[in-house]
């Protein structure tokens, strides 16, 4: 059995991504662990934002 956790955001630690709802969406589905069991892969050109999702997500994660 499969268990898909609650979790509302209620900040954002980077302020960056608070206007960008495809960060949103990729941070709030890595944490609801929507596609399990296939890995999250976040892919895109340089700057396009990868590494601070990232960061955002463990960021969320660990203030939980």
Do not use: C
Not at 6 to 25: G, L, Y
């Amino acid at each position: 059995k499969i268990l898909i956790k609650e979790f509302s955001i209620r900040k954002f630690f980077n302020e960056k991504i608070v206007n960008n709802e495809e960060q949103k969406r990729a941070i709030e589905n890595i944490i609801a662990n929507s596609a399990f069991p296939a890995p999250y892969i976040l892919f895109g050109p340089p700057g396009t934002g990868k590494t601070a999702t990232l960061v955002e997500t463990i960021t969320q994660v660990y203030d939980e």
